[in-house]
């Protein structure tokens, strides 16, 4: 979710009013998302690297978090929206993990839409956590090297009850991934817009899916083995 502070620059606002709007912003194309019958959505609320961006900037980004999930959860509850949080949070305000707690909780009987937000999230983290979780419950690995492949390692990992994402879009004009869902971007089609994500919405998102079902997945194959004839 990119492009909030230029946003707010180019209208001689706070950057922070940016980061209010992305909140509006995140409302709709959650909406937008239940429509569409979309299963998992997965949000990029805040890096690991995040932390290095002026102090204001970081209280006023955990306030907004704190108020959106007081005040959002009844709605995700009604709109059948499961929440989950990924991410480091030992390292957020005591208040702040028992919102995400209890939002989880209230909202674990959901099905309609699973709603994920990354916070304080790193890919490279996600992978290292994962590969400790491996050695702590599987020791007999380290006698077995060649036994721990890409099914072993998965199942640890903070997405592990998602599957792999099939679109990945990154708003606001930049063209990296930025340390995300970096193990499980790796057959992801990519789709980057110069939209800044406050003007984010179902069409802007329209505009995504249309583009993505132009894209041909081969996964590693040739066209013509894609045909169902060939298959
Ligand atoms: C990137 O824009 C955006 C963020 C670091 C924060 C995203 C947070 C929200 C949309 C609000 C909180 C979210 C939830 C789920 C409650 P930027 O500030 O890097 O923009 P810039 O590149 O134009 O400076």
Known sequence: MDGNGRWATRRFLPRTAGHVRGVQAVRKVVE???RRGVEFLTLFAFSSENWRRPKDEVSLLMKLFMQ??????????????R???????????PRLQGLIHSAQE??????RLNLTIAANYGGRWDILNAMRSVLRTQPELLRDPEKLDETVLAPHLSMAFAPEPDLFIRTGGEQRISNFLVWQLAYTELYFT???WPDFGDSQLEAAFEWYRGRERRFGRTSDQLTPASN
């Not at 209230?106 to 099905?111: E, V």
């Open 68 to 81: 959106t999930l007081e005040k959002e959860v009844d709605q995700l509850v009604e709109q059948g929206v």
């Open 106 to 111: 209230k909202t674990a009987h959901n099905t």
């Open 194 to 196: 110069p939209d800044y």
């Open 83 to 93: 929440l989950r949080v990924v991410g480091d949070l030992a390292a957020f305000e």
């Open 32 to 34: 937008s998302c239940g």
